[in-house]
């Protein structure tokens, strides 16, 4: 079992719409959690981290915690074209950090 | 100003050449990273320096050396050149090392390594 796990997509949501990116853990004692974007041949960029249990917002784009299910997710309001791109999950388990494999979103105009 | 920069962003070779790749940081943080990104865009870690000290050292054949000549330096030196060594190569910094940081890391641009 991989420690970070993806649903590769590629996800397709029209202009406007929710879009909706899932990341499940294997790491119990995880600590912090991150999202990454990464644009096709560029490098990944920081988009939203959490800790704690619950939501956490930060414009359009909102950042789900769930430890007891171990899963995190990241939902993107009102997607807009310049939203296509790879978006990683990233995990914290206090000794390392692991990358998911990405899930490629595509926003239809 | 970039806030980590690698050098070259290009690298395209011969089967077993020797090379390196450069990375600097002025963002002052503590610890550094190399990461390896392969064609199915997989992210893995392969070395991680805080001040200086090798804190994590991946399942990476000994054919890549690290070297962190000061907190904001971080090199990869790669003997003997392999197919399998073409990918993108990112570094990345951040503040504090992992037990009880949670501070994310900052990406270079990224070294794209092409073996012939």
């Known amino acids: 079992q991989k420690e970070v796990e993806q649903n590769s997509g590629p996800l397709s949501v029209p202009e406007g719409a929710i879009a909706s990116l899932n990341c499940t853990y294997s790491d119990r004692g995880s600590q912090s959690f991150f999202w990454y974007r990464q644009y096709s041949g560029k490098s990944p960029e920081l988009i939203m981290f959490?800790?704690?249990?619950g939501d956490k917002e930060d414009g359009r784009f909102t950042a789900q915690l769930n430890k007891a299910s171990q899963y995190v997710s990241l939902l993107i309001r009102d997607s807009q074209p310049s939203d296509s791109a790879t978006y990683l999950c990233a995990v914290n388990t206090g000794n390392q950090f692991y990358f998911g494999t990405g899930t490629s979103l595509t926003v239809i105009p | 100003d970039t806030a980590v920069s690698q050098t070259p962003k290009y690298l395209v070779t011969q089967m077993g050449n020797d090379k390196s790749i450069k990375c600097e940081q002025n963002?002052?943080?503590?610890?550094m990273y190399w990461y390896k990104q392969d064609s199915k865009k997989f992210l893995k870690i392969m070395f991680s320096y805080n001040n200086k000290e090798l804190i994590i050292n991946e399942t990476v054949p000994n054919r890549f050396s690290p070297k962190s000549p000061d907190k904001a330096h971080l090199n990869l030196h790669i003997n003997s050149l392999e197919l399998g060594d073409s990918a993108v190569y990112f570094c990345?910094?951040?503040?504090?090392?992992?037990?009880?940081?949670?501070?994310?890391?900052?990406f270079g641009d990224g070294t794209r390594l092409s073996i012939l």
């Open positions: 959490i800790y704690s249990n």
């Open positions: 963002l002052g943080h503590d610890t």
């Open positions: 990345a910094s951040s503040q504090g090392f992992f037990q009880g940081g949670n501070q994310p890391q900052h």
